[in-house]
C-alpha cells in the first residue's frame, strides 16, 4: 500500500521513495508518494522520478489502482525494483490545480448556503474550472450575487486545513457530502477539506492554506443544462 503524502501536506514538491514494484511496460509503485493520482474532477500531478546515479524519468501520468497502490507511468525504461528515487513535482502545475480547486469549494460553499446546491460534476485545469450544480433555485440572474459572495469569503483569509473522521461520525453530518456518497473511497476514514468558520466537505484533493492564495475568482461561464442542473466556469486572476 503506498503512503500518500499528498494527503497531508499538499506544500510537498519534492521526496525520496522505493520503488516496490514495477507495472509492465512503463509504470512504477513507490512505498510513498507527493504526486496526485487524480480524482474528484482535479488532474493527476506531473513531475519526474530521479534515481541516486543522475538519471531522470519523466512523470508523464499516475494513477491510483484497485488495490490502493499509486503508479506512475514513467517515459523510458523501468528502473530496478528496490532502488531509491527521488521524486519532483511539476509545482507550477500542482499549485494551479489548488488554487483553483480551492476556488470551486469556496463557489460551491457560497452556492449550497444560498441556494442548497449539490455538486454533480467538476473539472479542474490549469487555467480555469467548471463545476455543475443541482439547485432549482440557482440561475443566470444571481451568478453575479454568488461571485460577490465567493470573493467576499476569499478576501477574508480563512484558513483551509484538512482532518479524517470516521465514517459513523460523517454518516451524523450529511452535509459533508456534497456528491453522491457512491463516489466516496472505501475504509473507515474520510477525508474531510474545511475553509475554517465557513465550509467543510469530503475531499481527496490538493488545496491552497488560506483562501487569499486563490485570488480574485470571476465566473466567466454559465450554461442551464436541465431544469436543476447549471454549468458554471470559474478563471482566477
Same mark, same amino acid.
Given at each position: 500500500?503506498?503512503?500518500?503524502?499528498? $494527503?497531508?501536506?499538499?506544500?510537498?514538491?519534492?521526496?525520496?521513495? +522505493?520503488?516496490t514494484?514495477?507495472?509492465?511496460?512503463?509504470g512504477v509503485v513507490?512505498?510513498k508518494t507527493?504526486?496526485?493520482p487524480?480524482g474528484?474532477g482535479?488532474?493527476?500531478d506531473?513531475g519526474w522520478?530521479?534515481?541516486?546515479?543522475?538519471?531522470r524519468?519523466?512523470?508523464t501520468a +499516475?494513477?491510483?489502482?484497485?488495490?490502493?497502490?499509486?503508479?506512475?507511468l514513467?517515459d523510458?525504461?523501468?528502473?530496478?525494483?528496490?532502488?531509491?528515487?527521488?521524486?519532483i513535482i511539476?509545482?507550477?502545475l500542482?499549485?494551479s490545480?489548488?488554487?483553483?480547486?480551492?476556488?470551486?469549494?469556496v463557489?460551491?460553499?457560497?452556492?449550497?448556503?444560498?441556494y442548497n446546491a449539490?455538486?454533480?460534476?467538476?473539472?479542474?485545469y490549469?487555467? !480555469?474550472?467548471r463545476?455543475?450544480l443541482?439547485?432549482?433555485?440557482f440561475d443566470?440572474?444571481?451568478v453575479?450575487h454568488l461571485?460577490?459572495e465567493?470573493?467576499?469569503?476569499?478576501?477574508?483569509?480563512h484558513r483551509?486545513?484538512?482532518?479524517?473522521?470516521?465514517?459513523?461520525?460523517a454518516?451524523?453530518n450529511?452535509?459533508l457530502?456534497?456528491?453522491?456518497?457512491?463516489?466516496y473511497?472505501?475504509?473507515d476514514?474520510?477525508?474531510?477539506?474545511?475553509?475554517?468558520?465557513?465550509d467543510?466537505?469530503?475531499d481527496g484533493g490538493?488545496?491552497?492554506s488560506?483562501?487569499?492564495?486563490?485570488?480574485?475568482?470571476?465566473? $466567466? !461561464?454559465?450554461?442551464?443544462?436541465?431544469?436543476t442542473?447549471? !454549468?458554471?466556469e470559474?478563471v482566477?486572476?
Amino acid at each position: 500500500m503506498t503512503e500518500y503524502l499528498y $494527503s497531508t501536506d499538499s506544500y510537498m514538491r519534492e521526496f525520496d521513495a +522505493v520503488i516496490t514494484d514495477l507495472v509492465p511496460p512503463n509504470g512504477v509503485v513507490l512505498d510513498k508518494t507527493a504526486f496526485y493520482p487524480g480524482g474528484g474532477g482535479q488532474p493527476n500531478d506531473q513531475g519526474w522520478l530521479s534515481l541516486s546515479g543522475g538519471k531522470r524519468f519523466t512523470v508523464t501520468a +499516475v494513477r491510483k489502482a484497485d488495490d490502493g497502490r499509486i503508479v506512475h507511468l514513467i517515459d523510458g525504461e523501468n528502473p530496478a525494483l528496490g532502488e531509491r528515487v527521488h521524486g519532483i513535482i511539476d509545482w507550477n502545475l500542482r499549485y494551479s490545480y489548488m488554487r483553483h480547486h480551492s476556488a470551486l469549494h469556496v463557489v460551491s460553499g457560497v452556492a449550497y448556503n444560498l441556494y442548497n446546491a449539490k455538486i454533480t460534476g467538476s473539472n479542474i485545469y490549469s487555467d !480555469r474550472a467548471r463545476m455543475d450544480l443541482s439547485s432549482e433555485q440557482f440561475d443566470r440572474s444571481k451568478v453575479s450575487h454568488l461571485q460577490d459572495e465567493a470573493n467576499k469569503i476569499v478576501m477574508e483569509d480563512h484558513r483551509i486545513t484538512v482532518r479524517f473522521i470516521r465514517r459513523e461520525e460523517a454518516a451524523n453530518n450529511p452535509s459533508l457530502a456534497r456528491v453522491d456518497p457512491s463516489l466516496y473511497p472505501q475504509g473507515d476514514m474520510l477525508r474531510v477539506v474545511e475553509i475554517e468558520g465557513f465550509d467543510a466537505q469530503f475531499d481527496g484533493g490538493t488545496h491552497v492554506s488560506s483562501t487569499t492564495e486563490i485570488g480574485r475568482i470571476t465566473i $466567466s !461561464r454559465f450554461e442551464n443544462k436541465g431544469r436543476t442542473n447549471k !454549468r458554471i466556469e470559474v478563471v482566477l486572476s
